[in-house]
């Protein structure tokens, strides 16, 4: 498949920090204080559940002839993301969703181990060799359906597990996450309330809270870099769903309660959560709006 151009794209979530968001900075509150559910309610209804579905090539010896020969298997995986945006392709309004790349290209994280497959913690790359679709499901199960709206990727970061995606042929309206996406150096800290919503092993949407435990902390899955840790489980299937934190508003313009995108969960290693924050991803959003080629879209693919 040959790279997309991207008229009028438009990232209704902007990006900029435009205020102190750490735990001891005034203004930061509990996600579930009474002011700030009914703003987060709205908040998580850009949260939707995805589907990637691969085939996978095994090469296998046969032990009465002892000739390899190669098989298919095919290989399925839930996960989570956020609509942060819109754009009009062909006079038809598509959605932006951020994820994370494992959940988009999957099978550049297995290999080949004997008869089976076997996590690849060291994938460092973008591009999937074996076709891939990932889908925009609506069915409670996140199993196939009629109703399931295609999607390819726009722009893509292997070091920060993050992926921009856009629907192919949506046709009906999706809420938007408007609010600001990343933080400012120093800004966050251990003990920050925070608040995210997936969908665990494709089911229903499940929201949960927790705090940040620790920053800048060293992971290797994939190649190394600084994540978040925090107190709060990760069950497949919610990779990729967007962690907020919230802020009173302190203006008078806009709603009471500000929510803040600070990062993607990806992991769970050991009894960890793993989140990787915006500051490792962010630059991947900086799409021009003058209708170019994104950077890396469908980089790679015949």
Not at 92 to 121: K, W
Not at 220 to 242: A, I, K, N, T
Not at 247 to 254: A, D, F, I, Y
């Amino acid at each position: 498949m040959k790279a997309v151009a991207i008229s009028a794209l438009v990232l209704v979530a902007h990006l900029a920090s435009t205020g102190p968001v750490a735990s001891q900075a005034p203004g930061v509150m509990d996600p579930l204080a009474p002011v700030a559910k009914g703003e987060y309610a709205a908040i998580s209804g850009s949260v939707v559940r995805l589907r990637t579905t691969a085939s996978v090539e095994l090469t296998l010896p046969d032990p009465s002839s002892g000739l390899r020969s190669v098989v298919k298997r095919p290989l399925a995986i839930h996960g989570s993301g956020v609509i942060i945006g819109q754009t009009e392709v062909d006079g038809n309004i598509e959605y932006l969703v951020l994820t994370n790349h494992h959940v988009a290209d999957p099978s550049n994280y297995v290999v080949q181990e004997g008869r089976f497959l076997r996590e690849n913690r060291n994938n460092t790359r973008a591009v999937p060799l074996m076709p891939e679709e990932t889908f925009l499901t609506l069915s409670e199960d996140g199993e196939d359906s009629p109703n399931d709206i295609p999607m390819i990727e726009v722009t893509r970061d292997v070091r920060g597990d993050m992926t921009l995606m856009r629907t192919v042929g949506a046709t009906r309206e999706f809420p938007i996450f408007t609010g600001a996406i990343g933080f400012l150096p120093g800004e966050m800290a251990a003990g920050m309330p925070v608040i995210t919503t997936g969908y665990p092993n494709g089911g229903r949407r499940f929201t949960d809270t927790g705090a940040i435990v620790e920053v800048d902390h060293l992971h290797d899955l994939g190649e190394p870099h600084e994540d978040f840790v925090l107190s709060l489980p990760v069950e497949h299937g919610q990779s990729g769903s967007p962690v907020f934190v919230a802020r009173s508003n302190e203006s008078t313009v806009g709603p009471a309660v500000e929510f803040v995108l600070i990062g993607l969960l990806h992991a769970r290693e050991n009894g960890t959560s793993y989140m990787v924050p915006t500051s490792l991803w962010q630059h991947a959003l900086d799409l021009g709006p003058d209708g170019r080629e994104a950077p890396g879209l469908l980089a790679g693919r015949e």
